[in-house]
């Protein structure tokens, strides 16, 4: 078996902290500790390497590897002479955060706005169902703005949308001023 990667009490809470939050996203927490443990880990690591780190089933750590390449956040690589698999996370934070917001979009956006655009489109044919329809609709015309305004953040550079997420209250004072000069033209 091969040796734990030693980690430092800091690290060690955040893996374990990273778990429990994943838990609250709806992702497995195994597949979660995993995904820090390579985030911080300094090299790639062999799946014995997080097995005996993590103190976890191998089963469970070919299953999470799977689920995390599946989303893109991790990639496979071999030393030259060696079998093993190695593993790592990316290291773009941004770019990560860029990579997960697509895959959420794709699985947990894309079919909700399906359902909410026939659902709306169906109720729209029925009288009895106006409060429904309404209701519904204002739920589409949100998840539609939304989507929007991702769809225009997917063009935007990281550096981009590091700057105007950094803006905070100035954003919020540059719309109120364009509020108001819209309001008086």
């Known amino acids: 078996m091969a040796d734990a990667i030693p980690l430092s009490p800091p690290l060690r809470r955040f893996v374990q902290h990273w778990g429990e939050m994943g838990t609250r996203w709806g992702v497995n927490r195994t597949v979660a500790q995993i995904h820090a443990l390579l985030y911080v880990a300094p090299h790639p690591l062999t799946a014995d390497e997080i097995q005996t780190t993590l103190r976890i089933a191998r089963s ?50 894309d079919p909700t706005l399906a359902v909410l655009r026939e659902s709306v489109a169906e109720l729209r044919r029925m009288p009895s169902e106006r409060e429904a329809t309404r209701r519904l609709g204002d739920l589409l015309d949100l998840m539609e703005t939304v989507e929007a305004a991702y769809q225009e ?3 935007t550079s990281a550096a981009e949308i590091r700057t105007l997420l950094k803006l905070r209250g100035s954003l919020r004072r540059l719309l109120r001023l364009g509020l108001r000069r819209s309001a008086s033209a």
Request: no cysteine.
């Open 60 to 109: 469970n750590v070919s299953t999470s590897l799977r689920e995390l390449q599946g989303w893109g956040i991790i990639r496979v690589s071999r030393d030259l002479g060696d079998r093993k698999d190695r593993f790592e996370s990316m290291r773009d934070v941004w770019e990560m955060f860029r990579v997960i917001a697509e895959e959420r979009k794709r699985r947990e956006v």
């Open 153 to 155: 953040m997917r063009t």
